[in-house]
């Protein structure tokens, strides 16, 4: 019964730690994107942008840099961790 938990429960080693790093950087390129498109069509369309473009934008933003910013301590303490 140990075999078995610790087959499927225990820990992994550091070669599982490239998920977080790879999320990582996705959530970085897609909040780059993220950050380019809402600049642009802010600027292209000024007089056009209303209150709720703006609003959805920023949480947009703040959730994509959440996610990375996340990402990252989690590959940092997975790292670490393994060490």
Sequence with gaps: MADFMNTYFGPLGQ???VYFYLMSIMFAIL???????????GILNFKKV?????INSFFVLV?????YLVNR?????CIRSVM
């Design 15 to 17: 070669e599982y730690c």
């Design 73 to 77: 301590l989690l590959h940092t303490m």
């Design 63 to 67: 959730n994509s840099f959440m996610a």
């Design 31 to 41: 909040f780059l994107i993220s950050l380019c498109s809402t600049l642009s069509y």
């Design 50 to 54: 209303n209150s709720l473009y703006i």
